[in-house]
């Protein structure tokens, strides 16, 4: 066992490796879903990326918000969203976490700080830095977390969300996952440099690239992030190097643009098999069963869900 695996109790351990494979076992259901029609418009998943959710939210507690991207379920789901209000989401239903009106790219809630995925590349930056504004006004020691990709990392708002957040000291966490590609394109092509950790000396706040394979190596960076953030001591930015494993999106082409060597070698460092290999295999597969039963459920449960009624149109479109 690693020094970082120690300070982790073996029950710790087990939690992360639950939630990371309630993660993927969704993310697959949601892919046999999609395939089979159930799934109107477009569908990321985060299967081989679930060590950065998964370590980040350990360190957070229910009343810290996190503000995601396009490909946010898994945000979502280690943030506190079950896995049944997540597929009814995806499927329109009324039992959805934004009650069947949003799917994949609108998935809220406030209850448990998951604020919110997003299709727009970027805002969420902002809104994570506008988050740690409020919480610092109120006096909380409370933070906000941007989850963003490479791609976003190109984008004005990294800039104005992290200079704002490293004047005010802020409490944020800037969590790059750093996948290589935006869409079909190599950050080696799209980064004038692709150390995107680097750029947090422009801002003169600290900067970490870890990998973002190794859920204890995020869960450590998030740790000390949370508590510098907690203690008033400002923003961090880290970069998780990390891969998706299956297309951009469901539907989409997977070649021409990478190396199926490259999805190999990254696939033999999957972020489950890594953490599976430190704990008792009896354990890893109980958790495994557990988990597919939860999902088996969750998939029944948000097929037979309810389509919203047509009478209820503009119902939450306006506050009461
Ligand atoms: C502002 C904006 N520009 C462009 C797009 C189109 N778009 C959707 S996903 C994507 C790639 C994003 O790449 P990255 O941030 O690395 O996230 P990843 O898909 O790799 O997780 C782009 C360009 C968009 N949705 N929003
Ligand atoms: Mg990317």
């Not at 409370?142 to 963003?148: D, I, N, S």
């Not at 000291?169 to 996952?177: D, N």
């Not at 004038?192 to 859920?215: F, K, L, T």
């Amino acid at each position: 066992m690693t020094q970082t695996t120690d300070k982790l109790s073996k029950d710790q351990l087990l939690s992360l490796y639950r939630t990371m494979a309630v993660i993927r076992r969704t993310e697959e259901q949601l892919a046999r879903a999609h395939q089979a029609g159930l799934i109107h418009g477009a569908c990321h998943t985060y299967v081989g990326e679930e060590a950065v959710a998964t370590g980040v939210c350990a360190n957070l507690r229910t009343d810290d918000a996190v503000f995601s991207t396009h490909r946010g379920h898994g945000h979502a789901l280690a943030k506190g969203v079950s896995p049944a209000a997540l597929m009814a989401e995806l499927f329109g239903r009324a039992t959805g976490v934004s009650r069947g009106r949003g799917g994949s790219m609108h998935l809220f809630a406030p209850e448990v700080g998951m604020m919110g995925t997003s299709g727009i590349v970027g805002p969420c930056i902002l809104q994570a830095a506008g988050a740690g504004y409020s919480f610092k006004l109120l006096n909380t020691d409370r933070v906000g977390v941007a989850f963003f990709g490479d791609g976003a990392s190109n984008n004005g708002a990294f800039h104005e969300g992290l200079n704002m957040a490293s004047i005010w000291k802020l409490p944020v966490l800037f969590i790059c996952e750093n996948n290589l590609y935006a869409t079909e394109i190599s950050i080696n092509q799209s980064a004038g440099n692709p150390n995107v950790a680097e750029r947090a000396v422009a801002y003169n706040i600290p900067g970490v690239q870890v990998d973002g394979n190794d859920v204890l190596k995020v869960y450590e960076a998030a740790r000390e992030a949370t508590l510098r953030a907690r203690s008033g001591a400002g923003p961090t930015l880290i970069e998780c190097r990390t891969y998706r494993t299956r297309a951009h999106a469901e539907g989409m082409r997977d070649a021409g643009y990478r190396s199926a060597e490259e999805v190999d070698a990254w696939k033999a460092r999957d972020p489950l098999k890594l953490l599976a290999a430190q704990l008792p295999a009896a354990d890893v597969a109980a958790i495994e069963a557990e988990v597919k039963a939860q999902v088996d459920a969750a998939y029944d449960f948000a097929r037979n869900s309810p389509y919203p009624d047509p009478a209820t149109a503009t119902t939450h479109v306006f506050a009461d």
